[in-house]
Nanobody, 116 residues
Framework: QVQLAESGGGLVQAGGSLRLSCAAS?????????MGWYRQAPGKQRELVAT???????NYGDSVKGRFTISRDNAKNTVYLQMNSLEPEDTAVYYC?????????WGQGTQVTVSS
């Protein structure tokens, strides 16, 4: 079983920056994994923000390319999301995600609110 603990959400003005962190704990963390972030705004479906494989291959949602950067520290089992040039449209609950050994785990979510 894997647990994910997110931190770093909050309220920021448009054009500002935030950094999210997600630390994984539990068993079999040495297994190959993909970690990343998804978000869900009110009334909308959950969407991809960014993912990163254990080896460092990244994948970004179109709406965040060039503004958000994902990184991970495999030794700490932690993934980060640096969000720059935030827009009101980025307001959502951001969920950490980890996939390994055919299973998928989610964090509880952290609220990001961008004011105009």
């Amino acid at each position: 079983q894997v647990q994910l603990a997110e931190s770093g959400g909050g309220l920021v003005q448009a054009g500002g920056s935030l950094r999210l962190s997600c630390a994984a704990s539990g068993s079999n963390l040495y297994l190959y994994s993909i970690m990343g972030w998804y978000r869900q705004a009110p009334g909308k479906q959950r969407e991809l923000v960014a993912t990163m494989t254990y080896g460092g291959t990244t994948n970004y949602g179109d709406s965040v390319k060039g503004r958000f950067t994902i990184s991970r520290d495999n030794a700490k089992n932690t993934v980060y999301l640096q969000m720059n040039s935030l827009e009101p449209e980025d307001t959502a609950v951001y969920y950490c995600n980890r996939r390994q050994a055919g299973r998928e785990y989610w964090g509880q979510g952290t609220q990001v609110t961008v004011s105009s």
